[in-house]
């Protein structure tokens, strides 16, 4: 069974990690390695925060502290959106939801994360036409 449970959280279309409650990474995706541009032996055993953007780093670890205090899932949707921070600086728009899970070692969390950067192209894009055919008609 604990080789179905790791491949099927291998075959996640999602992004997802397992992040302790100190913020250590301790299990990784392969599609999160894609996301961040990382291999997963760079990221196991270091903290979340380095996939965080520097501006945000004190209020996710904030963050962070606050959903272990109160361990609840956190589902995907409208308002759970953050920023991501890949190898090579770069911001990426990201929707999350967070699920803590009870291990022997103590709680953990299951980040997933879904990469919006093609929804927010093209949301601009929407908004750029939209505002094209407001100015034709005015």
Known sequence: MKQLHQAAF???????????????VVLLNRQAEVLFD????????????????ESARIRHAELRASFFHDPS?????????????????TIVPLE???NPIV?????????????LSSRKRAE??????????????R
């Not at 032996?41 to 953007?53: C, K």
């Not at 291990?103 to 990469?115: A, K, Q, Y």
């Open 103 to 115: 291990t022997d070692d103590g709680v953990r969390v299951i980040v997933s994360l879904v990469d």
């Open 10 to 24: 291998e075959a996640a279309p999602l992004a997802m990690l397992v992040v302790d409650a100190e913020g250590a």
């Open 73 to 89: 899932a956190r589902g995907m949707g409208v308002g759970r959106d953050v920023d991501g921070r890949r190898r090579d600086g």
């Open 124 to 137: 601009a894009t929407l908004l750029r036409e939209q505002a094209s055919l407001g100015r034709a008609f």
């Open 38 to 53: 990382y291999g997963r032996a760079e990221l196991l055993g270091r903290p979340i925060e380095l996939l965080v953007p």
């Open 96 to 98: 999350i939801g967070l």
